[in-house]
């Protein structure tokens, strides 16, 4: 059995979560915020949310986790069988974490927990943040899923990522710059939650943001 640490509004947290729902891998859920007790960084080195507790001892870093379970639980793969279509949801998954989501990551502050970033961030920001949403839409047109007509690992990446970026950008600029790179982002978005797994971690993660905003 799976043990899922973290919470609910984060989309790393929801990455994860998706990822063993659509593969029908047994877990349980235990809401964790990141920290730095003793406790938590014996399980995440740096303190950080997801990490997962496998019959084999614990694992942080959502990518590495991701990986770990689409090889500890072959069944139901997210990756395609090809070795060459595999490396392209590798450059895919690659590409939208380090050129567009980690990149936004430094307006959350702002957009989500109250605080302030420079102009100076802001700026550099959105000329990073538009030049790999360009490049996304160079690997992808997102006609269907991610990466064709099957859902993959990529979509278990883009769909939570993009959403946040997408929600961030209309916050910090008043534009979303999701949509204005990626015309079909909002057909994507719907494709993903016609699925019945991706409805559940929608509506757990919305449950989760409304108490967190309620609580501040």
């Known amino acids: 059995m799976i043990t899922?640490?973290?919470?609910?509004?984060?989309?790393?947290?929801?990455?994860?979560?998706?990822?063993?729902?659509?593969?029908?891998i047994a877990f349980v859920e235990e809401a964790l915020p990141p920290g730095q007790s003793d406790?938590?960084?014996?399980?995440?080195?740096?303190?950080k949310i997801p990490f997962i507790k496998t019959p084999d001892g614990y694992l942080s870093e959502s990518q590495a986790i991701l990986e770990y379970l689409e090889e500890a639980y072959p069944e139901k793969p997210l990756y395609p069988?090809?070795?060459?279509?595999?490396?392209?949801?590798?450059e895919f998954i690659q590409h939208i974490e380090l050129n567009v989501e980690l990149i936004t990551r430094r307006l959350y502050g702002e957009a989500l927990f109250g605080g302030k970033a420079s102009q100076e961030t802001k700026d550099e920001v959105l000329i990073?943040?538009?030049s790999g949403l360009t490049g996304l839409a160079r690997l992808t047109d997102f006609s269907s899923y991610a990466l064709g007509n099957?859902?993959?690992?990529?979509?278990?990446v883009a769909w939570p990522h993009l959403q946040l970026v997408s929600f961030v950008t209309q916050q910090i600029y008043g534009q979303d710059l999701v949509a204005e790179q990626i015309p079909n982002f909002e057909a994507y978005i719907q494709s993903v939650e016609s699925?019945?797994?991706?409805?559940?971690?929608?509506?757990?993660?919305t449950s989760a943001l409304d108490a967190f905003f309620q609580g501040r």
Do not use: M, T, W
């Open 150 to 156: 099957c859902f993959s690992a990529a979509d278990v």
């Open 4 to 24: 899922l640490y973290g919470i609910a509004i984060s989309n790393y947290y929801n990455k994860i979560k998706l990822a063993l729902l659509e593969k029908e």
């Open 39 to 47: 406790a938590v960084l014996k399980r995440s080195p740096l303190g």
């Open 128 to 130: 990073k943040v538009e």
């Open 195 to 205: 699925r019945p797994h991706a409805q559940r971690v929608n509506q757990e993660r």
């Open 81 to 90: 069988v090809k070795p060459f279509e595999r490396a392209k949801c590798r």
